[in-house]
């Protein structure tokens, strides 16, 4: 079975810095997503960026992009520019790219503090 | 587009009745749709996975008995908590996906928030 694992539970940034978020995993699959969400307090999920794992490139979406190292099982997400906006909670996720395998496997959450 | 709705968003009920709770995909057809529950400062638990016209597979430890999914269209599923208890009160989310909109992407409900007194 898959598993997602964050291990930072909580994380703080000043606005216009630049802040990391871990999230490290575990698999036997060769190919895969995996996908940054954001659950502001609104409680709404909200997809922020995905990878497909037979992609080399790192994905980037605006001020979001990810450090993919496959061999590593690592996904870290970096938010340049942190906005007041940014401040949720940040769950990690794994989806098996297997055609009966479009269930998510979550991570534990990092909740992200934007200090003004 | 790929908007997906739940209803009701809040509900507050008396210990022992049922509660119905729906889920829509607006704007396009949901091959399947999955409901995930919520404690609070945790993360989202996968309840059960439901496939238009079939029976839901329901994660290991969530009593199908209990919690009632009915896919009846591609475009709505319920979730009804049945006998409800204070130990129910929590946060549930749905999803939705369709191969013709996405390849990989679950679309998120807004959620609903259960309180059982």
């Known amino acids: 079975a898959q598993t997602v694992t964050q291990s930072q539970p909580e994380m703080s940034v000043q606005e216009a810095e630049t802040v990391t978020l871990s999230c490290t995993y575990d698999?036997?699959?060769?190919?895969?997503?995996l996908f940054w969400y954001k659950q502001p307090p609104s409680r709404q999920m909200i997809l922020v960026i995905r990878?497909?794992?037979?992609?080399?490139q790192n994905a980037t979406e605006n001020r979001f992009s990810v450090n993919f190292q496959k061999a590593a099982k690592s996904f870290s997400l970096k938010i340049s520019d942190s906005q007041l906006g940014d401040a949720a909670m940040y769950f990690c996720a794994y989806r098996s790219a297997r055609p009966s395998g479009s269930r998510l496997t979550f991570g534990e959450g990092t909740q992200l503090t934007v200090n003004p | 587009g790929a908007v997906v709705s739940q209803h009701p968003s809040w509900v507050i009920c008396k210990s022992g009745t049922s509660v119905k709770i729906e889920c829509r995909s607006l704007d396009f057809q949901a091959t399947t749709m999955f409901w995930y529950r919520q404690f609070p400062k945790q993360s989202l638990m996968l309840m059960a996975t439901?496939?238009?016209?079939?029976?839901?597979?329901?994660e290991q430890g969530v009593e199908k008995d209990k919690f009632l999914i009915n896919h009846a269209s591609l475009t709505l599923s319920t979730l009804t908590v049945t006998s409800a208890h204070p130990e129910d009160s929590s946060f549930y989310i749905c999803?939705?996906?369709?191969?013709?909109?996405?390849?990989?992407?679950?679309?998120f409900g807004p959620g609903t928030r259960l309180t059982v007194l």
């Open positions: 990878q497909e794992a037979y992609k080399q």
């Open positions: 698999t036997s699959e060769s190919d895969y997503y």
């Open positions: 439901s496939n238009e016209g079939s029976k839901a597979t329901y």
């Open positions: 999803s939705a996906i369709s191969r013709r909109v996405s390849q990989d992407e679950q679309f």
